[in-house]
């Protein structure tokens, strides 16, 4: 194969590369492959774990909030140790004598609990007698499961005497995700502390478990990576965590203040039969953590067992209350599974994602179908979402999907100005000579306006004209001149496109411009004559400024009419100048030239639009040539109040 035959096949390579679908296919895929790597690394977890708090909590917030609520149903009670009892003990809630907790456990019992969990630690030996008392308490409720924790620098265990006198005990570590935030929680830890590792589960596992009282054999099953079996219970267990499904806000479950426990003062019928959970609610124990019920601000929160202090979003919830959602999800069995966890998910769904929004931008669907799809897409992947948690306990990963859609449209949008940057290029080698920047914008959208024919329209014209100008400026040195034009075409631009009117030229010290056309403007009058008032405005500031420096004055003349013109880029092959012409535009011009310093003179045409928001005196009509009759014509004076 010759070198002239490999050169010609590499240039149709290169060709068939230029092609824009190609672009289109390789830009599309590039992004999805990137998001598809980005979701391995983690990228998205954040703004993951914040979206997946919104879908929780969607029913705390409008519009999901006016939908009618199912109160829940709960065997689980909860006893606070919280501000009120301090009071009613007369004690703080670190000094309560175990005497007080072994009467809680007495009156619970009579009351016919279930079984009593602890969410408070009792490993270091207080008053001999007290502590005697209380193991004795537990051991005739014969239904008390104390608390352990298992950290890594040791283990915090009961008193020996209160382990012989327990049904069980439980660990109740928690495990805060990237956020600082606790979402799921770990049903098992391992004790080493024997010869043999011994498996000790967590507090809601162990007071689900004793409450569900299966028959049988109780057999703890490892054997599956990502679930958890105990007896009939299988549990989703992914990373070694389960996904706790919050029942609401904090306060979501029934719940009482210590004393009444201690001293006996509740309806027995809120116990009977249920799981007593006791824990701390004081913000001197700091047993409280941020959880997907989010406030406005942040709180500051003490970390467990260290002194360091962290922000978080988050309603605070006491940690025993989490333990009760976490008991009330097992007692369901409304165990969430998240789409992260299930290998291959996805990166499968990206990639689908990624094929659909690579083919609408092969397509070159009009904008209507586009943007219908894309919000289709967005509303769809968030309901979509809702709907799978509420619904079907399943967590969707809907932030990398969201932030892949938002790669495509920014994608689609940097290739679509890419086209315009070249369409523009051509526009401004064309007539960015000619035409101000608001003409060239508009023949970049539309470029079959760019051609001499023209094309009829109603629009409103206006002149100014500087008066005396060429006497005074004979007078007067070049630079000053100079200065002065530039101050005063820079104030009447500057207004000018403050009401979107199109600038014809200047004309020495004149202006001319037209207002309804490039972009149609159903109120081009009121445009055109608020506007001259205002310029009028602006030039007696400025007189007052010149007369400060000891500089000359000007005074102006306007005229503004309203008619049928010819408007277009109007001249020849070479030279082209987007402007307007016609009867209308001469008799605008003749009323700026009938127009003294100050004046703002307009036609009847003009006056018939705008007499709802100017004030005007009639004046001498005039005669135009090729006109029979004489024409009307008004000098504005002022804006019309906005009471009249």
């Known amino acids: 194969m010759t070198a002239k035959v490999l050169a010609q096949r590499w240039s149709r390579i290169l060709e068939w590369a230029k092609r824009d679908a190609v672009l289109r296919v390789v830009w599309g895929g590039g992004i999805t492959l990137g998001f598809i790597l980005l979701f391995s690394f983690g990228t998205f977890e954040w703004v993951e774990l914040r979206s997946y708090d919104l879908r929780h909590t969607a029913f705390e917030h409008f519009p999901f909030n006016l939908l009618p609520k199912t109160p829940l149903t709960t065997p689980v ?69 104390l608390a352990r924790h298992i950290g890594q620098k040791g283990h915090r265990v009961p008193l020996q005497l209160f382990r012989d ?45 004793l409450y569900l009282n299966f028959e049988g054999e109780q057999e703890l099953d490892l054997s599956k990576t990502d679930h958890l079996l105990l007896g009939p219970l299988q549990i989703p267990y992914p990373n070694g965590r389960m996904l706790i499904r919050f029942y609401g806000p904090p306060a979501t479950f029934p719940r009482m203040s210590f004393w009444r426990a201690v001293k006996g003062e509740f309806d027995p019928n809120e116990v009977r039969g249920k799981i007593v959970l006791i824990g701390p609610s004081t913000p001197s124990l700091h047993d409280y953590y941020c959880t997907p019920y989010l406030q406005k601000e942040a709180a500051t929160l003490k970390l467990e067992d260290s002194d360091e202090e ?48 690579t083919w609408l931008l092969i397509s070159k669907r009009g904008s209507f179908v586009t943007t219908l799809f894309k919000w289709a897409f967005y509303v769809g992947i968030g309901l979509t979402g809702l709907l799978l948690l509420w619904r079907y306990d399943y967590w969707l990963d809907i932030a990398p999907m969201y932030s892949l859609m938002f790669a495509q449209h920014t994608a689609a949008v940097s290739y ?42 109603r629009l409103t014209m206006f002149f100014s004209d500087v008066r005396g100008f060429t006497s005074m400026s004979e007078k007067m040195e070049p630079q000053e001149v100079q200065q002065l034009l530039s101050e005063y075409f820079t104030e009447m631009t500057g207004i ?130 090729g006109k029979s009759e004489p024409i009307p014509i008004y000098r504005v004076l002022r804006r019309r109040p906005a009471s009249a």
Do not use: W
């Open 77 to 145: 009670v909860l006893f606070r140790i919280d501000e009120e009892t301090e009071d009613r003990l007369n004690m703080r809630a670190v000094d309560i004598p175990r005497t007080m907790y072994a009467d809680a456990v007495t009156h619970l019992s009579k009351a016919g609990a279930a079984v009593i969990g602890f969410d408070v630690e009792f490993f270091r030996p207080m008053d001999a007698k007290r502590d005697q008392i209380f193991a004795k308490a537990i051991r005739n409720a014969g239904n008390v499961v």
């Open 165 to 209: 006198a327990e049904l069980s005990e439980a660990m109740i570590n928690v495990v805060l995700q990237k956020d600082r935030c606790l979402r799921d929680m770990p049903l098992l830890g391992m004790d080493f502390s024997g010869e043999e590792p011994e498996p000790v589960l967590t507090m809601s596992l162990e007071l689900a478990r």
């Open 416 to 457: 679509q100005r890419l086209i315009e940057r070249k369409k523009r290029r051509q526009v401004e080698g064309m007539f960015g000579r000619y035409v101000s920047h608001q003409i060239r914008d508009f023949l970049v959208q539309h470029p079959d306006a760019a051609n001499p024919s023209g094309r009829k329209e």
């Open 310 to 357: 962290v922000k978080v979003l988050g309603a605070l919830m006491d940690g025993f209350e989490i333990h009760a959602n976490a008991i009330q999800t097992i007692l369901d069995r409304r165990f969430v599974t998240r789409s992260k966890d299930q290998r291959g998910m996805v990166p499968a769904i990206l990639l689908i994602q990624g094929i659909l929004g």
């Open 496 to 625: 000018l496109f403050k009401y979107e009117g199109t600038l014809d030229k200047f004309m020495g010290d004149a202006i001319m411009a037209f207002f309804g056309n490039p972009v149609p403007q159903p109120d081009q009058a009121k445009r055109a004559v608020l506007m001259s008032l205002d310029m009028q405005d602006a030039i007696t500031r400025l007189n007052q400024k010149l007369t400060a420096e000891g500089r000359r004055t000007i005074g102006v003349g306007m005229g503004v009419n309203t008619g049928d013109v010819t408007v277009g880029n109007l001249g020849s092959k070479d030279f082209l100048d987007y402007t307007v012409i016609g009867d209308a535009v001469n008799l605008a011009c003749r009323l700026e030239q009938n127009a003294k310093a100050g004046d703002i003179i307009i036609t009847q045409a003009t006056y018939d639009e705008v007499k709802d928001v100017v004030e005007v005196e009639p004046m001498e009509p005039i005669r135009v040539k």
